[in-house]
């Protein structure tokens, strides 16, 4: 996966260059780079990027701590500004024209992000467990990964605004630099293999001008460089090493993790030390957050803890659980002590550690024989539709929540085959002509970008869209103040049964196989999957046993259930969402057959009397409401 972080010039010298680009140890005052990074028993960090070239740099040329501080820690000044410097005070300018000579355009305050990239638990095991071989195999993988990821980052993501309100727009046509630092461990001293790569936010314009890259534009394409990450990491292992993958539920509701099938998870256990001291931390913080009062005894914060405030939780509890780095160990040092560590901790299992590339060989038998060799679009298409429009509360999403979810269904489907190039955004395009419609209320220039253009499904009601779009202070993006009527949970201090948000992942898996299985049957029967003249039901209101039904919706192609379970099985789901499913199916042939009956008696009773129809079918409405008592009507959430 990919974290990203923002990077200012007084942060890298506090924090950076004494910490992060010596393998995240204490660096001792005074001590050069270099001779700390060997001391540390981290690799120097070295050069990437293809605007290299534009400042006299050469790809994977050593970073060095001058290089460094000028970039990052001076403003976003060239990396040899001294050499430059130098030169023009030799050739008789002025200090003031000679400093003008090593800047980069403006100096900024932001002079970069940091971006942390490390593979699966899975792959990191085999790297720090494997033979030599596969280790150096794994770190291969892993630097063609973050090239890749830059790579898209400079030809699809990094634009410089300059003009009035950064009217005009323009991709760094020579690209971006970064310099990669290398790590091996975390600091609970467990394998650990990640790369931090410093981006700086310097770029130049076709003028050739230096401007400063749209920071914003790099946070809101983190999910989606992440995804194209994770994506190419394991392929990559996959393909060289002749393994495959699988999913695995880390937390159940939540989005599943792609690892290397065969590899025993009581291993990933024995890594996540540090995962259950946040974790013991976060579920105290949680419960401070639900019962935390004012002094008139009013809640401060939700009664509930929703994602985002939980995603703030968990990152107070990583700052307060973090450990002091361990002592510097070389690589081979820490192989040896990490395989020690392992066999300990599986005791009986021990002799497992000396064949796991076999086993997990012996798994990618089995499983490549069930993946096809060629994505169906069509699927992917409406799988990824339905599952970004499910995931999103208000419905409507931009391009890269689409071109995320491609990534992810990619692995999920191909299980570490390599794919074609520009297939996640032939999914996309697909997705966007059959299955979105655009919503758009451009009301500035940039909310007419094609990268803020705003979708929703095509089966979503015709509502007016969310604001959304980029636009001025007008408060139309604040959030509505809570109603004060509305009802709380009662939560005495001392209660630890603290309420959650429901995640919304399973949901947007069915629905997802639901409208999968609808274009199964579609192709079959040569029927438009969307009816025209009616609107058709979102597919997790089908799947959540909604009380009722438009009866125009009948006129769509049933659920091939039996299709529908091949494909979940196939995607190797637990036996109770597939009974879910069924029991959805049979709740679905229910509600046509009921929606039916409705619609005939209605017909019947306008032709003797249209002011007799609306009481019949509240009538029928009120009798099917006491047939069904539990059931939640319009407007109700999902049964828990």
């Given at each position: 996966m990919m974290d990203a972080m923002i990077v200012n010039a007084g942060q890298m010298q506090r924090y950076y260059t004494r910490e992060t680009v010596v393998g995240d140890g204490r660096r001792p005052a005074r001590t050069p780079l270099k001779k700390a990074q060997e001391q540390a028993g981290v690799p120097a960090g070295r050069w990437m990027g293809r605007g290299l070239g534009a400042l006299g740099l050469v790809a994977g040329e050593e970073v060095t701590e001058e290089q460094l501080r000028n970039l990052f820690g001076e403003g976003g000044r060239h990396p040899d500004a001294e050499r430059l410097v130098a030169e023009r005070l030799a050739a008789g300018d002025s200090p003031k024209v000679a400093r003008r000579a090593g800047a980069l355009g403006r100096r900024v305050k932001v002079v970069g992000f940091d971006f942390v990239f490390r593979p699966q638990p899975t792959i990191y095991l085999l790297w720090a467990l494997g033979d030599e071989e596969t280790r150096l195999v794994i770190e291969a993988a892993h630097e063609r990964a973050i090239a890749r990821v830059l790579e898209w980052i400079e030809d699809h993501v990094a634009v410089i605004r300059f003009g009035t309100d950064g009217v005009y727009q323009v991709r760094p046509p020579g690209g971006l630099v970064a310099a990669r630092f290398r790590h091996h461990e975390s600091r609970a001293g467990m394998p650990l293999l990640h790369d931090h790569l410093l981006l700086s936010i310097k770029g130049q314009r076709l003028d050739g001008k230096w401007g400063s890259v749209h920071s914003e534009v790099l946070f809101e394409n983190a999910v989606a460089a992440s995804a194209l990450y994770n994506e190419i990491v394991a392929a990559e292992v996959c393909e060289t090493l002749g393994v495959a993958t699988e999913p695995r539920t880390v937390t159940a509701g939540r989005r599943p993790v792609m690892e290397i099938a065969g590899i025993p998870h009581e291993l990933i256990a024995w890594t996540a030390r540090r995962g259950e001291q946040i974790a013991a931390c976060l579920t105290d913080l949680e419960h401070e957050y639900v019962t935390a009062t004012d002094d008139d005894g009013n809640l401060k914060f939700a009664p509930v803890v929703s994602e985002r405030a939980r995603a703030k939780l968990n990152r107070i509890a990583a700052r307060k659980t973090r450990p002091a780095k361990p002592r510097a160990r070389s690589l081979t040092q820490l192989r040896e002590d990490w395989h020690s560590s392992a066999r300990a901790f599986l005791a009986a299992g021990a002799h497992l550690i000396d064949s796991l590339l076999e086993r997990a060989r012996a798994a990618a038998d089995a499983i490549r024989a069930r993946v096809a060799a060629v994505v169906d679009v069509g699927l992917a298409a409406i799988a990824v539709t339905a599952t970004v429009f499910v995931m999103n509360k208000d419905g409507?999403?931009?391009?890269?929540?689409?071109?995320?979810?491609?990534?992810?269904?990619?692995?999920?489907?191909?299980?570490?085959?390599?794919?074609?190039?520009?297939?996640?955004?032939?999914?996309?395009?697909?997705?966007?002509?059959?299955?979105?419609?655009?919503?758009?209320?451009?009301?500035?220039?940039?909310?007419?970008?094609?990268?803020?253009?705003?979708?929703?499904?095509?089966?979503?009601?015709?509502?007016?869209?969310?604001?959304?779009?980029?636009?001025?202070?007008?408060?139309?993006?604040?959030?509505?103040?809570?109603?004060?009527?509305?009802?709380?949970?009662?939560?005495?201090?001392?209660e630890w049964d603290i309420p959650r948000e429901p995640l919304r992942h399973n949901r947007a898996v069915l629905a997802a196989r639901v409208l999968t299985a609808r274009l199964h049957t579609a192709r079959r029967t040569a029927r438009p999957l969307y009816d025209a003249t009616a609107h058709q039901p979102p597919p997790e209101q089908l799947l959540l046993f909604a009380q009722e039904q438009p009866a125009a919706a009948k006129a769509g192609p049933a659920v091939d259930l039996a299709t529908l379970r091949t494909d979940l099985e196939a995607l190797g789901l637990t036996a109770e969402q597939l009974d879910y499913v069924g029991r959805a199916g049979q709740r679905l042939a229910a509600l046509r057959k009921d929606a039916k009956e409705r619609a005939d008696r209605v017909a019947a009773g306008s032709a003797s009397s249209a002011q007799d129809a609306p009481d019949a079918h509240r009538q029928d409405e009120q009798r099917a409401h006491r047939q069904h008592p539990h059931e939640p009507g319009r407007g109700h959430g999902a049964p828990r």
């Open positions: 409507c999403f931009h391009r890269r929540a689409l071109l995320a979810e491609a990534r992810r269904h990619l692995a999920l489907v191909q299980r570490g085959r390599l794919r074609e190039p520009g297939l996640d955004d032939r999914i996309v395009d697909a997705a966007l002509a059959e299955h979105c419609t655009d919503i758009t209320e451009a009301r500035t220039k940039r909310g007419e970008e094609p990268g803020y253009r705003l979708y929703t499904a095509r089966w979503a009601p015709a509502a007016p869209p969310p604001s959304r779009t980029p636009a001025a202070a007008s408060g139309r993006d604040r959030k509505p103040a809570p109603d004060p009527a509305a009802p709380v949970l009662p939560i005495e201090p001392g």
